[in-house]
T-cell receptor, first 113, second 115 residues
Framework: DAKTTQPNSMESNEEEPVHLPCNHS???????IHWYRQLPSQGPEYVIH???SNVNNRMASLAIAEDRKSSTLILHRATLRDAAVYYC??????????????FGKGTKLTVNP | DTAVSQTPKYLVTQMGNDKSIKCEQN?????MYWYKQDSKKFLKIMFS???????INETVPNRFSPKSPDKAHLNLHINSLELGDSAVYFC??????????????FGPGTRLTVT
């Protein structure tokens, strides 16, 4: 099964950019790369997703390696409200045609004022 | 209005009891999920329903049974509760599945404590 690997924790300063890496070396050709974040005592929140091309939205940017074996979530200017656990997730289909959801263990991001 | 709601928010019960957690989404989505998050914060999918049909049934004990009375509801019933069932349970919904690019919307979670 495809798996994702993320660093356990990262630290950043407020107003600085943050690059959160994720390795998914066994990704299949149809798997989408999703990122979610979870603030303390809340449910996970969608951040961004992509397939092959880099993606931008109001929350973040997603840079996907050309071979798709890794990706990086980019927060352009970290704020204290961005302190959360960030999950890198693969969504796709199994060979049997059912949905496949593979979660990483998440990266806990600390933002220093 | 809350998009995905769960009740109760907290549930404390004794071993051996049977309990249910309810989930409702008002987004008109076709797919709903149940996740379990343990004390180490690992998030694992348990079940997924698409248009009231089960499409994922991960390796969970058969004491756990999802029930979907309609597309907007996916309830989780747990029989013979055990200490190891203590966790936070999240419900989520999505406009689609099947390897889709759709995002999921999560509920606030239900913290289950079994004593």
């Amino acid at each position: 099964d495809a798996k994702t690997t993320q660093p356990n924790s990262m630290e950043s300063n407020e107003e600085e950019p943050v690059h959160l890496p994720c390795n998914h070396s066994t990704i299949s050709g149809t798997d989408y790369i999703h990122w979610y974040r979870q603030l303390p005592s809340q449910g996970p929140e969608y951040v961004i997703h992509g397939l092959t091309s880099n993606v931008n939205n109001r929350m973040a940017s997603l840079a996907i390696a050309e071979d798709r074996k890794s990706s990086t979530l980019i927060l352009h200017r970290a704020t204290l409200r961005d302190a959360a656990v960030y999950y890198c997730i693969l969504r796709g289909l199994t060979q049997g045609g059912s949905e496949k959801l593979v979660f990483g263990k998440g990266t806990k991001l600390t933002v220093n004022p | 209005d809350t998009a995905v709601s769960q009740t109760p928010k907290y549930l404390v019960t004794q071993m051996g009891n049977d309990k249910s957690i309810k989930c409702e989404q008002n987004l008109g989505h076709d797919t709903m999920y149940w996740y379990k998050q343990d004390s180490k914060k690992f998030l694992k999918i348990m079940f997924s329903y698409n248009n009231k049909e089960l499409i994922i049934n991960e390796t969970v004990p058969n004491r756990f049974s999802p029930k979907s009375p309609d597309k907007a509801h996916l309830n989780l019933h747990i029989n013979s509760l055990e200490l190891g069932d203590s966790a936070v349970y999240f419900c989520a919904s999505s406009p689609g599945w099947a390897g889709s690019s759709y995002e999921q919307y999560f509920g606030p979670g239900t913290r289950l404590t079994v004593t």
